[in-house]
């Protein structure tokens, strides 16, 4: 099992920009794909990106493409997303989570290869 902790969330003017963290521990980080969520009030759950184990395939929902960016470090147990031109509508919970897996399905990733979740941070973006 990986415990997983988020920060970087705060409240922002649309335009601005966040970078989210998402801190590992366990020793099986680096052999696991990793996904960012998020939900909104009142909304599903939202895939927003997602991270093979090595960092060399990404994928990105179709709202976030071009604005959003995951990276990794496995030298430092680290998941991030990097939020530009943020948009009201990005307001949300940001999840990230550890996939059970080395690469993560076509997208939108499996919610069932997720098996360990962080608590979450809250972006809001306001105009």
């Known amino acids: 099992q990986v415990q997983l902790v988020e920060s970087g969330g705060g409240s922002v003017q649309a335009g601005g920009s966040l970078r989210l963290s998402c801190a590992a521990s366990?020793?099986?980080?680096?052999?696991?794909?990793m996904g960012w969520f998020r939900q909104a009030p009142g909304k599903e759950r939202e895939s927003v990106a997602a991270?093979?184990?090595?960092?060399?395939?990404?994928s990105y929902a179709d709202s976030v493409k071009g604005r959003f960016t995951t990276s990794r470090d496995n030298a430092k147990n680290t998941v991030y997303l990097q939020m530009n031109s943020l948009k009201p509508e990005d307001t949300a919970v940001y999840y990230c989570?550890?996939?059970?897996?080395?690469?993560?399905?076509?997208?939108?990733?499996?919610?069932?290869?997720?098996?360990?979740w962080g608590q979450g941070t809250q972006v809001t973006v306001f105009s």
């Open positions: 989570a550890a996939s059970t897996r080395l690469f993560y399905s076509n997208w939108p990733p499996r919610l069932p290869d997720f098996g360990s």
């Open positions: 366990g020793r099986t980080f680096s052999s696991r794909a």
């Open positions: 991270i093979s184990w090595n960092g060399d395939s990404t």
